[in-house]
């Protein structure tokens, strides 16, 4: 079954810059510390993951072969996912890998950048010693309290992220002293007189903050904060800080709880391998063998190549969760053959983004698995729901490609023969039966989501390092270490918008909202209207899962209280917020691509403008007709 494949670029998600300026200090990784943090960092992020993987396997063996499971594998797990969350989101910081919003940042003067730079810094500083000294009490107490099954002290769930939190305060100070002195000195002195008069004075000006005074600071502080460019997870840690001590009703220990909380769903072990997977398909040339299977079968219809960037994505997001290694996978796979085609580079970026933010709800999805872990929604519902409106918005994006090349006159691509199309099926046929078997296992309910998570990894090892033989133990060992990162950094930001969404329900502001909406008796269908205005908006702005995370159990009553169809309900909302997160200028998503394509952001975003229009046709099409959503679930006897 070993297929000659020729090597090919691939680029990583770790290396992808998504706003990095080019005059950004760089972190000195030359220096031998730094490298031994990173170092320390990695190895113990490798055993968390590779350890995490090994316990789920052991109960999956117990319980097909001794009949029952064992329960003290899930609280071992779940001490491996602290560690991934906190430490690997402090290793993505080190990395550069959070997301951040430098759009505005970037159209400013230089001098006023490096101020900028400098203040994120400190912004970052701050959260980390905020945030270190008051989880000090939580690590006290939690030496008295132990788990039920194990019984080791709770302190062990929090100590990964007081250790992150030392961690992000080096690597703040570290990139600071490579910065301009004369501003990174000025700026200091400004922003720690600032904090210090704002301590000394609390007395004063407390009394004067009610709860909604204090609500409005942290939200402003939030949104400039993001502006300037702090990555968004610190972003919404600032606006919380900036509420509980403004407020003084809650003191600042429980948000290190809620931190923990953040990160302590059952659903969520699944994220770390579903992104090992991503990874594997990758490195391991099964992207590749997909996306020629899928050139084989649709490469002659009008659009060409644009039509197998659409399909091979909706395919590719059946085998791995993470959107930025979808986006890597089958972009650093189609974009040489794009250029020895002669395709318009900048529409071909489009294509990609659109086909990425299309393929959110195409199961395994992390949105989902979020959308699960913050609601009532069943994972499995929600992965069987998601697979025919993916297909309805990849219609109107194959549709509005097919009008362009007809148009424009494009040449197009010799069909395939039958000799091509039976080679290209014999090597594709492996790489298929991964989400034949995935979403299998999860419809007909013989693996739990971490179990089918856990067997996509083993599976893509087997055909990428055994019968490809592509895959080396170094390679992995890298996979490893990327998806940790990437892994943490999305942990990282759901534990801090977990945190955040905590604030706004302390602050009463999910009771406003649904008395605004609910108080007019206006129909349910305005409410999808603006809902999905709202996600656009804000999942273009938060990195699309903080969104989720922070929108999703406010939205969700009242919807039920329209009439809304809670399940129907959640895939719109996974739609937009995927469609905001590829959208310019400031989707993230959106940079990812372009930096997979190698394209610049400006031509890119001017070619984006008419699939986003068909994206937002799409969805409003699925909102408008339930039964793209409920057909399937309804079928297979899964709830809507």
């Known amino acids: 079954m070993k297929e000659s494949v020729p090597k090919r670029p691939v680029v990583p998600t770790s290396q992808i810059a998504l706003h990095q300026a080019d005059d950004v200090a760089p972190l000195p990784q030359a220096r031998p510390w730094s490298r031994g943090l990173d170092g320390i960092l990695k190895s113990i992020l490798v055993v968390a993951v590779l350890g995490e993987l090994g316990i789920l396997f052991f109960n999956i063996l117990g319980r097909m072969f001794l009949a029952r499971p064992w329960l003290w594998t899930l609280e071992a797990a779940s001490v491996a996912l602290s560690v991934i ?45 905020a945030m270190g000294v008051s989880s000090l009490p939580f690590l006290v107490s939690g030496w008295e309290e132990f788990t039920p099954i194990l019984e080791f002290r709770i302190t062990w769930l929090a100590l990964p992220m007081v250790a992150s939190m030392l961690v992000l305060a080096v690597t703040a100070v570290e990139r600071l002293a490579c910065q301009p002195r004369r501003i990174v000195v000025a700026t200091g002195a400004c922003f720690t007189g600032l904090v210090a008069l704002l301590a000394w004075t609390r007395a004063i000006w407390q009394p004067w903050c009610t709860s909604d005074v204090a609500l409005t600071l942290g939200l402003c502080l939030f949104f400039v904060s993001v502006l300037l460019g702090v990555p968004v997870a610190f972003g919404l840690l600032l606006g919380t800080l900036a509420y509980l001590y403004a407020s003084g009703t809650v003191p600042l220990v429980a948000l290190s709880h809620n931190m923990i909380n953040g990160t302590g769903n059952f ?80 529409q071909a970026t489009a294509v990609l983004a659109a086909s990425a933010a299309m393929g959110e709800t195409v199961p395994p999805s992390i ?60 090597h594709g046929i492996l790489p298929l039966f991964m ?126 209280k329209l009439g809304v169809n809670q399940l129907h309900y959640g895939i719109v909302l996974v739609i937009a917020m ?34 986003a229009i068909v994206l937002c046709a799409g969805l409003v099409v699925v909102a408008f007709f339930p039964w793209f959503t409920l057909y399937l679930p309804q079928l297979f006897h899964l709830g809507g």
């Open 267 to 346: 659903v969520l072990l699944t994220l770390p391998f579903f992104i090992l997977a991503g990874f594997i398909m990758n490195d391991g040339g099964i992207s590749l063998r997909l996306v020629r299977l899928v050139q084989a079968f649709v490469g002659h219809v009008r659009g060409g190549l644009f039509q197998v960037m659409v399909v091979s994505m909706y395919i590719v997001s059946g085998l791995s969760g993470s959107k930025a290694a979808d986006v890597a996978a089958v972009g650093s796979v189609t974009r040489d053959m794009l250029r020895r085609e002669g395709y318009n580079m900048e």
């Open 367 to 426: 949105a989902m698995l979020v959308l699960g872990s913050v609601t009532t929604l069943s994972i499995g519902a929600l992965f069987v729901a998601g697979i025919i409106p993916a297909a309805v918005v990849a219609l109107c994006l194959m549709l509005l490609i097919y009008i362009q090349a007809r148009r424009s006159q494009g040449r197009r691509i010799a069909r395939a023969s039958r000799e091509q199309l039976l080679r290209a099926s014999a």
């Open 578 to 611: 995927g469609i905001g997160a590829f959208i310019p200028p400031v989707g993230i998503g959106f940079y990812t691509t372009c930096a997979v394509c190698e394209t610049s952001i400006e031509g890119s975003g001017r070619a984006m403008v008419p699939y």
């Open 435 to 560: 989400p034949v078997i995935l979403f299998g296992g999860i419809l007909f309910g013989l693996a739990a989501p971490t179990e089918v998570s856990s067997f996509a990894v083993v599976y893509g090892l087997v055909l990428a390092g055994l019968i490809y033989r592509e895959l080396g133990i170094r390679v992995f060992v890298r996979g490893v270490i990327n998806s940790a990162s990437v892994a943490g950094m999305i942990l990282f930001i759901l534990a801090a918008a977990t945190s955040f969404a905590w604030t706004l329900t302390i602050a009463r502001l999910p009771q406003r909202l649904v008395a605004l909406l609910t108080g007019s008796h206006q129909s349910h269908w305005v409410f999808l209207c603006a809902s999905i205005l709202l996600l656009i908006v804000a999942g273009s702005i938060l990195e699309g899962l903080p969104a989720l995370v922070i929108l999703a159990p406010i939205l969700m009553p009242i919807a039920s």
């Open 85 to 129: 969350a906190f430490l690997g989101g402090a290793l993505a910081y080190r990395r550069g890998e959070h997301a951040f919003v430098r759009t505005l940042l970037e159209a400013l003067p230089p001098r006023v950048r490096h101020i900028c730079y400098a203040l994120v810094e400190y912004f970052v500083l701050t959260v980390a010693i």
